[in-house]
């Protein structure tokens, strides 16, 4: 299974896409399918009106597995 992770840099959280399905950490309750759209949005660019917006594809970072738990053990 390829899981890629992400820094959500606009909301300051961490996001994953693990077969398929995107993931944000929530601290205290740990990873949690992301039913509100926040990694896909900005993987997308959607910005509520188009798609492909590059302002909304610049608040994401794609960072390696190392980073991601650096940042969430913070």
Do not use: H, L, S
């Given at each position: 299974m390829e899981?890629?992770?992400y820094r959500i840099k606009d909301v300051g959280?961490?996001?994953k896409m693990a077969d398929d399905i995107p993931y944000v950490y929530a601290k205290g309750?740990?990873?949690k399918v992301d039913n509100e759209n926040i990694l896909?949005?900005?993987l997308m660019g959607y910005d509520g009106e188009v798609i492909g917006s590059t302002a909304e594809m610049d608040n994401i970072d794609e960072i390696s597995e190392d980073e991601a738990l650096s940042l969430i053990l913070q």
């Open positions: 899981v890629q992770y959280c961490i996001g309750e740990g990873w896909m949005d900005r």
